[in-house]
């Protein structure tokens, strides 16, 4: 297997003003920008869906130890506020607020791609478990392979909605042998 490329930091990164979040509203509305494309990248590089915000504060993500930079606690809130507000997060319990789901694909988004895989492959009409999608040798190579369990069900939930995909519960704690049978 060939070794992981390495996280491209954004230029931005390496410019200590980037951890100060800035008073100017135009130039900090860039910079919050930045900051959610950033957050963004960097999860779908590392194939990462939930956020342990208390350790996320000291992660390289929002500590640059080269520059001996951090962004501070009130900044990394509103990139997250800024995140939820956009769709792309989603606090895991509302009330404590230390943890989220960091979607940098929508559960539609997945669910277009997971269904336009099903539908290419062959299997309209046809039931597949979740434990398939997620690990199965026909999906391998393909973007969702390995996808967050949560948030394939959330796709299979969003296809279901539009009458593109019934989940079928299974008994295994893990959802490995819930399955899904795709429609046309």
């Known amino acids: 297997m060939a070794a992981k490329e390495a996280f491209q930091w954004p230029w931005q990164y390496n410019f200590p003003p980037f951890f100060t979040i800035q008073p100017n509203l ?19 590089h590392n194939k990462k869906y939930e956020m342990n915000v208390n350790e996320a504060i000291s992660s390289p993500l929002f500590h640059n130890a080269k520059l001996n930079r951090k962004l501070p606690v009130e900044g990394i809130k509103i990139i997250l506020e800024t995140l939820e507000r956009r769709g792309n997060l989603e606090w895991i ?6 943890s989220c789901y960091i979607m940098w694909k929508t ?26 999608i997620h690990s199965g040798e026909d ?17 299979i939930h969003a296809l279901q909605s539009k009458g593109k ?18 429609f046309s």
């Open 26 to 44: 135009d130039t900090r509305a860039k910079q919050i920008d930045a900051w959610c494309s950033l957050v963004l990248n960097y999860y779908n």
């Open 139 to 155: 999906t391998a190579d393909l973007v969702f392979h390995g996808i967050d369990m949560v948030m394939l069900k959330r796709a």
């Open 165 to 182: 995909a019934e989940l079928i519960q299974g008994t295994a704690p893990d959802d490995s042998d819930s399955g899904v049978k795709f």
């Open 107 to 132: 559960p539609e988004e997945w669910g277009t791609i997971i269904h336009k895989w099903a539908m290419d492959n062959g299997f309209s009409n046809t039931v597949c478990t979740l434990y398939e």
């Open 93 to 98: 319990d509302k009330k404590k607020r230390d």
